[in-house]
């Protein structure tokens, strides 16, 4: 079974690893215990004379076979040791300068819990939200070509995920396909596909199935392999000729369909696929012929992982080719002028990052008002709007009617402090309106049921700005 897979590769990683417990440590506490230790395979001579590091398999032996009989700390360290691999650090180099830290991450891609890793974006907390929270009965996880170790997370913490909607263990609905790097290529390659037949069984039946494949690029590298073992002509690094045919035959699948038979039944697939760029090289093959095939892309952006910006989607490069289709379900159900408040929006996010530029260079301080204006409205709406915290009972969902209260909210701040600024306000006296913290805390203290006190936050707004101006003499 793939638990007991799982298990099996997880024990002989460990045989790799080593126990961060000097040799000091192990004469002090197990030389008592030398004997006995002997008499089940453990012999410390090497450990405890020679210096040579002790392994995990060799501790964990050890510690089953003493039991409470040892320190605090070193039982303490065999627990962690189920959960966290240590490898000897070698050397150590030193950066001078002031870093934001993300979780264990440094500048200049090293990472001393993976090694060396182009980008941490953590998008298996956006697959998660996207299995929780997406308007679909069944879901699938395809875990193509993944690490053994993220593939065990995924099998053991999707059960304990529940189903907002039914209050029910989301495993009920959730279909899991597991297949690691070390697993056979031909299975590699394959698993995509059992994933796309069960969706489609499923969607035969007239649900609404999510597909999530994680990721399409390791499944493109088993094509490359196998085409190299077929000594078939090989096309761009490496890649199979046929790359882009099959992705387009993949990603064709999605779509919503009237199913044949009776009853009349309407199912949906819907196919979300994570692409792992070697180094974030967006022109590598298997990126570019997927954009040609796709028409949503969200660019997960390292920079805005290591500023604590979650999800760590860059609203720049990324892009939606179905807002035009979407956009009357918007007007009719949401509100009439969603299109053009998205537009604004989209516009200030789109003039700060022009500005920045400029305040690299130059300096905050020699904008004028205007933009400085930009500069805080831009971030207001990061704060305000994109960011979203997955594990906040209020912000892990946003309902369409709070999304445009929210977004109405922010930009009608814009406007009233830029016709406030034409009329003599000062920029620090908009930034030192006491309305700004509240609005910033609105995303996880008003929920979705709540949307009239996001209407009532707006109004509050406006009246400070026109007291404001009744404060502010006309020139």
Not at 95 to 110: A, K, M, N, R, S
Not at 271 to 297: C, I, K, N
Not at 312 to 320: D, E, G, L, T, V
Not at 361 to 384: C, F, H, T, V
Request: charged share 25%; hydrophobic share 40%; with cysteine.
């Amino acid at each position: 079974s793939v638990w007991s897979y799982l298990s099996s590769v997880r024990e002989n990683r460990m045989t790799r690893d080593v126990v961060p417990l000097s040799p000091d440590f192990l004469v002090e506490t197990l030389s008592a215990f030398s004997g006995r230790l002997k008499k089940t395979g453990v012999e410390l001579y090497n450990y405890t004379k020679l210096g040579e590091r002790l392994g995990a398999q060799m501790f964990l032996k050890a510690i089953s076979t003493l039991g409470e009989e040892l320190p605090g700390r070193a039982l303490i360290l065999a627990e962690a040791l189920k959960n966290i691999f240590f490898d000897e650090v070698e050397d150590v180099k030193f950066i001078d300068g002031e870093f934001t830290v993300y979780d264990l991450t440094v500048p200049f891609v090293h990472n001393f819990v993976g090694g060396h890793i182009p980008s941490i974006l953590h998008n298996t907390v956006t697959l998660h939200q996207l299995a929780k929270w997406s308007d679909a009965q069944v879901i699938l996880h395809i875990g193509c070509g993944e690490r053994g170790n993220e593939e065990a997370e995924v099998l053991t913490g999707f059960p304990k995920l529940v189903d907002p909607h039914s209050g029910r263990p989301l495993m009920e609905r959730t279909v899991l396909i597991a297949n690691t790097s070390n697993m056979p290529v031909a299975a590699r390659e394959a698993s995509i596909y059992t994933g796309a037949t069960i969706a489609e069984f499923y969607r035969d039946m007239g649900y609404d199935v999510l597909l999530v494949a994680d990721s399409t690029s390791r499944w493109a590298e088993a094509l490359r392999e196998i085409s190299g073992r077929l000594e078939e002509m090989p096309a761009e690094e490496g890649y199979p000729s046929y790359l882009a045919s099959r992705l387009a035959e993949f990603y064709e699948r999605a779509g919503r369909v009237v199913v044949l038979g009776t009853p009349e039944r309407t199912g949906s697939m819907t196919l979300v696929g994570a692409v792992s760029p070697p180094g974030g090289d967006f022109t590598e093959p298997v990126t570019t012929h997927t954009l040609r095939f796709v028409r949503v892309f969200w660019a997960l952006d390292p920079n805005l992982a290591y500023t604590r910006h979650y999800p760590a989607i860059n609203w720049i490069q990324s892009y939606s080719a179905y807002v035009d289709t979407v956009k009357s379900w918007w007007m009719e159900n949401v509100a009439r002028d969603w299109h053009q408040l998205r537009a604004r929006m989209y516009q200030i996010l789109r003039r700060e990052d022009e500005l920045l530029e400029i305040v690299r260079l130059l300096g905050p301080e020699s904008l004028a008002d205007e933009e400085k204006l930009i500069l805080d409205a831009a971030r207001m709406i990061r704060e305000g709007y994109l960011q979203q915290s997955a594990y906040d009972e209020v912000d892990s969902y946003c309902s369409p009617q709070r999304q445009y209260e929210l977004a109405r909210m922010f930009v009608e701040f814009y406007e009233l402090a830029e016709a406030a600024l034409r009329r003599g306000v000062s920029i620090d006296r908009i930034r030192a309106m006491k309305i700004i913290p509240e609005m910033l805390r609105a995303r996880y203290e008003i929920g979705n049921t709540e949307v009239e006190k996001l209407k009532i936050l707006r109004e509050s707004m406006v009246k400070e700005f026109e007291s404001l101006l009744i404060e502010t003499p006309a020139d």
